[in-house]
């Protein structure tokens, strides 16, 4: 849920990522990545941070321009952890 809208991000079948304005009674977007979606946080007012098991990806998600997750860069394959939290520095980096 973010945080100051009525704005909730739902994961469906592990890969399926849908964004509803429950105010507004709309669904915002959806996507389909090509892995499964380990993580997902609200790391701004626009933005969605996303961790597959390989990757970060960074989501604006009413930036119709947008239409899927931008990834920022890799992880490495050797850290088998799981990530239970993030957070963004202004310029968006993790």
């Known amino acids: 849920?973010?945080?100051?809208?009525?704005?909730?991000?739902?994961?469906?079948?592990?890969?399926?990522?849908?964004?509803?304005?429950l105010e507004q009674k709309q669904k915002l977007k959806s996507?389909?990545?090509?892995?499964?979606?380990?993580f997902w946080k609200w790391i701004s007012e626009t933005s969605l941070g996303l961790v597959t098991d390989s990757s970060i990806y960074h989501w604006d998600?009413?930036?119709?321009a947008q239409a899927a997750p931008v990834k920022v860069f890799d992880r490495h394959t050797n850290l088998q952890v799981r990530v239970q939290s993030g957070s963004a520095l202004g310029g968006g980096a993790f």
């Open 61 to 64: 998600v009413f930036d119709p």
């Open 31 to 38: 996507t389909t990545m090509t892995e499964d979606v380990a």
């Open 1 to 21: 849920m973010h945080w100051t809208r009525q704005v909730i991000a739902l994961k469906a079948q592990s890969r399926t990522l849908q964004i509803f304005d």
